[in-house]
C-alpha cells in the first residue's frame, strides 16, 4: 500500500498526463486545421504518449491496490498566433511535467518508497527524450521553415513519425 501523500501525487499527476493528451490534442487540430498534416501527425502521436503515460500510472496505483480518482480535466487552447507558438508552448509545458515528475520522484525517495523510484526511473528519462525532442524541433522550425519550401519539408520530415507504445513493465 502505497503512502497517502504518494498515491495523492500520482493521481494528480495522471490527471496531468491526461491535461497534456488534451494539450497535445488541441495543438494537433490548430495544426490539422492549418494543412500542416506533419505537425498534426506529430502531435496526434504525442498525444497518444501522453495517454499512454497516464494509464501506466494508473495501472501502477491498482497493482499496488489503490483506488483511483480522476477529477475534470482542465479546458485547453486549440488556436495560436503562429506555426511556431504551439511548439514553444508545448516545449515550456513539458518542462512543467518534468520538475513534477522529479517532485514524485523525490517525494518517494524521501518516503523510502523504492517501488515508486523504481517505478517513475523510466518517467525521468523519457522527460529528458521529451524535451530534447522539443528542442530539436524548435531547432529545425526556426532554421528552416522560414520560407514556404522549408516548412513544406519539415511537415513532411514530421508526416514520418509512427506511434511506438512505450515499453515499461510494470
Known amino acids: 500500500m502505497l503512502k497517502p501523500e504518494i498515491k495523492a501525487l500520482i493521481e ?14 488541441g495543438i494537433y487540430a ?19 504518449e501522453e495517454r499512454d503515460h497516464a494509464m ?6 491498482l497493482n499496488n491496490g489503490e483506488a483511483v480518482h480522476f477529477p475534470a ?12 507558438a504551439p511548439l514553444k508552448a508545448a516545449y515550456a509545458h513539458e518542462l512543467v ?3 513534477r515528475i522529479h517532485n514524485i520522484y523525490g517525494a518517494a525517495l524521501d518516503a523510502k518508497d523504492f517501488r515508486t523510484t523504481q517505478f517513475f526511473d523510466w518517467f525521468v528519462k523519457e522527460q529528458g527524450e521529451e524535451e530534447k525532442n522539443f528542442e530539436d524541433i524548435i531547432k529545425r522550425f ?10 513544406y519539408n519539415l511537415d513532411a520530415e514530421l508526416a514520418t513519425r509512427v506511434y511506438a507504445p512505450p515499453t515499461l513493465v510494470l
Open 56 to 61: 501506466l500510472q494508473i495501472q501502477y496505483l
Open 142 to 151: 526556426e532554421l528552416f521553415a522560414g520560407d514556404s519550401k522549408g516548412l
Open 30 to 48: 490548430y495544426y490539422a486545421d492549418k494543412n500542416l498534416n506533419g505537425f498534426a501527425n506529430w502531435f496526434q502521436i504525442q498525444t497518444q
Open 12 to 25: 494528480d499527476q495522471i490527471n496531468y498526463e491526461f491535461y497534456s493528451a488534451y494539450i497535445y490534442l
Open 73 to 84: 480535466v482542465a479546458e485547453v487552447k486549440s488556436d495560436y498566433e503562429s506555426f511556431l
Open 97 to 99: 511535467v518534468t520538475e
